[in-house]
């Protein structure tokens, strides 16, 4: 069993508000990401992290923005959320490491903006 | 990364055999071919990753042929719960400042 967690598995908010998704990975893991999907859809990656202090867009334009202070926690913030955010977030973490790294995903967590 | 081409769905029956085969024409000399599994509502899971020839561990083998430009992801005896989306991926070894990026996937659907 992976050790990264998310938190919440599900939130329900209004428009305009500010969250905080969390992530916590406790393999020591250098590298971080965040995905979004929506429910039968592509998973999009949304940022990634190579390490502390490093954080760098994906693929897919997203109005989030992260940190990465400790090696460990990799949050996603919305500042002000909309319904078109609504949708599933994961987060997974992989080593620095050759030959190419495995990448261990979270539970998820499942986002409605109303 | 070299991009990768893959079935959008495929069907088949339990106890049967299923393969997948991924393109990836423009796979360079340090890439690995590395493998995911994702159920409705969880996250991928790693199955299998390889380089070349043929890799296989108690979930699936891996055939890669010499030229490294396709893969063929099979999965033996399959069976109901083997429904989900399968993802090839192409990643370079050593890590690096690269995100890790899924396609579409093959979407599998195993029928009684």
């Known amino acids: 069993e992976a050790d990264i967690y998310q938190t919440p598995r599900y939130l329900v908010i209004g428009t305009g508000k500010k969250i905080t998704l969390e992530c916590s990975q406790t393999m020591g893991h250098d590298k971080m990401y965040w995905y979004q999907q929506d429910p039968g859809m592509e998973l999009h990656l949304i940022h990634y992290s190579y390490g502390v202090n490093s954080t760098e867009k994906g693929d897919l334009s997203s109005e989030s923005t992260v940190s990465r202070i400790r090696t460990e926690h990799f949050p996603l913030t919305l500042e002000s959320a909309r319904p078109s955010h609504t949708s599933q977030y994961l987060c997974a973490s992989s080593e620095w490491v050759s030959p190419g790294p495995e990448a261990f995903f979270g539970q998820g967590t499942r986002l409605t903006v109303v | 990364l070299a991009k990768t081409t893959q079935p959008i769905s495929m069907d088949s029956y339990e106890g049967q055999e299923v393969n997948i085969t991924c393109s990836h024409n423009n796979i360079a000399t340090n890439d690995y071919i590395t493998w995911y599994q994702q159920f409705p509502s969880q996250g991928p899971r790693f199955i299998i990753q390889?380089?070349?020839t043929k890799v296989t561990n108690e979930v699936a083998s891996l055939f890669i042929p010499a030229d490294r430009k396709s893969s063929t992801l099979s999965l033996p005896r399959v069976s109901l719960s083997d429904t989900a989306v399968y993802y090839c991926l192409v990643v370079k070894a050593g890590g690096g400042a690269d995100g890790l990026t899924f396609g579409k996937g093959t979407h599998l659907i195993i029928q009684p």
């Open positions: 390889g380089y070349k």
